[in-house]
């Protein structure tokens, strides 16, 4: 989608799946509403603004800019629109998350000794950590795991086996995007997911995930997984990333989702993983 001001009298032929025969399909969008309609072929933009105004006239005027995509095989496909029309931006789509093993890295975010005393409910969250990180080696996903200034800080927690992992890397940047991961994800080929866990929820866990969203990649946030020393920055936090289309999930859903299939191969293993359920702590009711 795209908003787009008319400049030419005519749309070109060439129809798509839904539309009646000799009619261009398009869907025309003002603030969180979307109507899909369709013009005749050569329809001019006099036409458009008719349709428009037709469907939301009582809440705009003729002076604003309005929506207009051409069809496409999946509405969220980008598409030209037609000669003289001017794009200014491009709209938000809804992501749909869904997640494969084959496209998803996982993000584990300084889960440090020295934040034992500090973060709300850390045990709860190593634990919960744990067996994402056990889930990610029985289904060969890699994970990359940073550590915020070990130096002072101290290394990941004992709790948390680092086996397999693909990257251990300190930091001092806040968010985990650092060149190293960069070019770590550079050499996994078709990735698209990142599920991201860990501390602190308002600081290097948001960083990292509007980075990564930055580059195009689709973030998931463990709830049940992540958390701060205020509960009130880790609730505000979780809403704002909510917001700007950001996943916030669950350790289960994750898990789940990822073999999606209870035929799946690795099923039976993922299911003793979840046979006892992600603790009931205090996290869980702040989200």
């Not at 005393?117 to 919960?128: E, L, Q, R, W």
């Not at 744990?130 to 915020?148: D, H, K, N, S, Y």
Request: one cysteine or more; glycine letters at 8%.
């Amino acid at each position: 989608m795209a908003a787009a001001e008319p400049a030419v009298p005519a749309l070109p032929s060439g129809g798509g799946a839904g539309a009646p025969s000799g009619t261009v399909p398009v869907l025309f969008c003002f603030s969180v509403f979307a109507r899909p309609a369709a013009v005749p072929h050569g329809a001019g933009y006099e036409l458009l603004i008719q349709k428009f105004l037709s469907l939301y006239g009582d809440q705009i005027d003729m002076h604003r800019k309005f929506v207009v995509q051409l069809f496409a095989e999946e509405w969220g496909q980008y598409v030209d629109l037609p000669k003289g029309f001017a794009v200014s931006e491009r709209c938000k789509l809804t992501t749909l998350g869904n997640l494969t093993p084959s496209s998803t890295v996982f993000f584990c975010c300084d889960m440090q000794e020295r934040f034992r005393p500090a973060i709300k409910y850390f045990g709860d969250i190593i634990s919960v950590g744990q067996r994402l990180l056990q889930g990610a080696r029985i289904l060969g996903i890699p994970v990359i795991v940073t550590e915020q200034y070990p130096k002072g800080l101290g290394s990941t927690v004992q709790e948390i086996d680092l086996t397999g992992v693909k990257l251990v890397l300190p930091k001092t940047k806040f968010s985990m995007v650092l060149p190293e991961v960069e070019a770590a994800l550079a050499e996994i080929p078709g990735v698209r997911s990142v599920v991201l866990f860990g501390v602190e929820t308002h600081v290097c866990i948001q960083q990292t995930a509007l980075e990564l969203v930055g580059r195009g990649i689709e973030v998931h946030i463990v709830a049940d997984a992540t958390s701060s020393r205020s509960m009130m920055d880790r609730m505000f936090a979780l809403e704002r990333l909510a917001r700007t289309g950001i996943i916030v999930t669950t350790s289960e859903a994750v898990l789940l989702q990822l073999v999606a299939d209870k035929d799946h191969p690795k099923f039976k293993e993922i299911q003793n993983l979840i046979k006892a359920s992600a603790p009931e702590s205090g996290l869980l009711s702040k989200v």
